[in-house]
């Protein structure tokens, strides 16, 4: 199922993108078990694939169970927090999620919020620019594999 489903992210970029909407980023965290498939995995998609392990524990530090999707608006404020089934991209809650994030202000960012955030991610300081206010969100959908899915 998590090949699929990165599959599935990966056409969901796509047609993003086509577009205009590009601003919105996926990334996958892959599950500590499935570090075998990390290659077969980072091989279907174009955004980032990282590898949880027993140091990290990214997963277990997000209480997130394999194929959950965190959905983050452009302020980096976590939205929503998606379990199987709704987290599967064919399933429509997930895609119905994204573009709720992207085409809104679900956590009521402001310019300045976004410039604060941006700044902090960046370690560069905060300065509000006209694109950084134009832009609508970012949102980082995170999906746990592992090898037998």
């Known amino acids: 199922m998590c090949q699929q489903q ?3 992210l990966e056409r969901l970029t796509t047609s993003y993108e086509n577009i205009g909407m590009t601003d919105i980023t996926f990334l996958i965290v892959n599950h500590v078990m499935g570090a075998a498939s990390i290659n077969e995995l980072t ?3 174009s955004f980032p694939v990282y590898q949880d392990d027993y140091n990290l524990q990214i997963q277990s530090k997000l209480n997130a169970s394999i194929d959950d999707l965190f959905l983050y608006d452009r302020c980096g404020t976590l939205v929503y927090h ?5 987290s599967l991209v064919t399933h429509g809650t997930m895609q119905n999620k994204v573009l709720t994030t992207y085409l809104t202000n679900p956590c009521n960012c402001t310019p300045d919020t976004l410039s604060t955030t941006v ?9 509000p620019t006209p694109s950084i206010r ?3 969100a970012v949102a980082a959908p995170t999906t746990t594999c592992s090898s037998n899915q």
Do not use: C, F, M, Y
């Open 6 to 8: 990165a599959e599935d």
């Open 43 to 45: 091989s279907r998609v």
């Open 82 to 86: 998606l379990t199987k089934p709704e």
């Open 119 to 127: 700044g902090k991610t960046s370690n560069q300081t905060p300065t």
């Open 134 to 136: 134009r832009r609508r």
